[in-house]
């Protein structure tokens, strides 16, 4: 899943990131950084300083390794930490509070859920669900609802049951730990990343949980 561009003509091996020689050839919406002063001088002109590094929102330059390689090496750290947090910021979550939330409130919810038409759910080694749709990421804590005398497994087996759902569990987990490590572990967002990444393009996925 591309979640940033960088600009610049030297090879760069980043699976996350599209490298790009032109500004053309890129998805504006996501994070972008010129690689290079004389090259970021050439394309704007006066309409960019030396002395600040955001040319306007989403977009940034700076030295390339032959200009100020230290400059070069931080900035690059500090703008992939950017696209890493970046991931998710426009998702919504909603959590299903069993035990504290308003009757209404809930059953809102769970309607709401039963609504999607191609949910990605995910369950944690914690037993937490994660249901991912139109832009929405729902939780469920699945030790409450054991608590209260629902039956995780019962919970499962509707979720799966769900027109389009695939379950995804530790084959993916393994397959994404390093991606979710630079995502300060944020294990909601699998079931996203799943969706919009290489693991959501491959048809052949078994349906696995962590029972």
């Known amino acids: 899943m591309l979640i940033g561009n960088i600009i610049t003509s030297t090879k760069i091996n980043d699976t996350n990131f599209k490298i790009s020689e032109e500004l053309d050839s890129i998805d504006d919406l996501l994070p ?32 390339s390794p032959t200009e100020r390689k230290v400059d070069y090496e931080k900035d690059i750290i500090l703008f992939k930490e950017l696209c890493y947090n970046n991931v998710g910021k426009n998702i919504h979550y909603v959590y299903l509070d069993i035990l ?4 209404h409130t809930i059953k809102k919810i769970i309607k709401k859920i039963y609504s999607l038409k191609t949910p990605i759910s995910y369950i944690s080694k914690t037993n937490m669900l994660y249901i991912f749709d139109e832009n929405i990421i729902f939780g469920v804590d699945l030790n409450i609802t054991e608590l209260i005398g629902i039956n995780k497994d019962k919970i499962i087996d509707r979720v799966t049951r769900f027109s389009n759902s695939i379950l995804i569990g530790n084959e993916i987990f393994n397959k994404c730990k390093e991606y979710i490590k630079k995502l300060d572990n944020r294990e909601k967002l699998l079931p996203y990343i799943y969706k919009n990444g290489e693991y959501g393009k491959d048809s052949d996925i078994s349906i696995i949980c962590n029972k």
């Open 32 to 63: 972008t950084i010129i690689i290079g002063w004389k090259k970021t001088k050439e394309k704007y002109g006066d309409d960019v300083s030396i002395l600040h590094k955001k040319i306007k929102d989403n977009l940034y330059w700076t030295f």
């Open 100 to 103: 504290h939330g308003k009757l």
